[in-house]
């Protein structure tokens, strides 16, 4: 629907996998898994209704598709959003709440190397665009990465994987580093 699509694209193809955009419910059908980018998220969900992908998307999701969310992507996949917006819309899929804007306005996205579990080879360089962070997470949801320092010393969730579903609060897609995307490539061949 919005966001950087042609570079998810781009990583997933170079992480092994197929990839093409999808934007009406006769190619979600045709997929896999499923790549959620950033955006703005109130109005991605706004979208999804117009395309009339928002009903089939929630039940492939709720069938167990893999999906990756960046950023807005992973709002979407919450449960729950703090500070968004009424109409916004929930996916389901990750047993988190999230909290909207969490870092702050535009002017206060950052850059930052995270640990990462489940990815081996040292740090991942993080890019937070206005991002999101998971504010709570449920029982059957592996934290894979936080980052303090930002606003402060409290170390905040910014990646997390329940089963085949994972979610970043950055950009993957944003550097050259594909290991996270590799990482998805994985979890969505290991379910197919
Ligand atoms: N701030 C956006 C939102 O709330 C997310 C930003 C992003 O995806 N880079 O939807």
């Known amino acids: 629907m919005q966001g950087a699509v042609r570079e998810h694209v781009a990583m997933l193809e170079e992480a092994g996998a197929r990839a093409k955009p999808v934007r009406r419910a006769s190619e979600l059908s045709e997929v896999d898994g499923l790549?959620?980018?950033?955006?703005?998220?109130?109005?991605m969900s706004k979208l999804l209704e117009t395309f009339e992908l928002l009903e089939p998307l929630k039940a492939?999701?709720?069938?167990g598709m893999p999906a990756f969310g960046s950023c807005a992507g992973m709002i979407l996949l919450a449960r729950q959003t703090l500070d968004g917006r009424p109409d916004q819309q929930q996916l389901g899929g990750l047993d988190v709440v999230v909290r909207r804007n969490a870092f702050g306005r535009q002017v206060d996205s950052f850059e930052a190397d995270l640990d990462f579990a489940e990815v081996d080879g040292g740090p991942v360089h993080a890019v937070f665009i206005r991002a999101p962070w998971?504010?709570?997470?449920?029982?059957?949801?592996?934290?894979l990465a936080t980052v303090s320092g930002v606003p402060d010393d409290t170390a905040r969730i910014v990646a997390v994987r329940q089963g085949a579903v994972l979610a970043t609060a950055f950009h993957p897609e944003l550097t050259p580093d594909v290991r996270?995307?590799?990482?998805?490539?994985?979890?969505?061949?290991?379910a197919a």
């Open 35 to 43: 790549v959620l980018p950033g955006g703005e998220s109130t109005t």
């Open 60 to 63: 492939r999701i709720a069938e």
């Open 134 to 143: 998971v504010e709570k997470a449920g029982d059957g949801v592996e934290v």
């Open 180 to 190: 996270v995307h590799r990482l998805f490539v994985d979890l969505a061949r290991k």
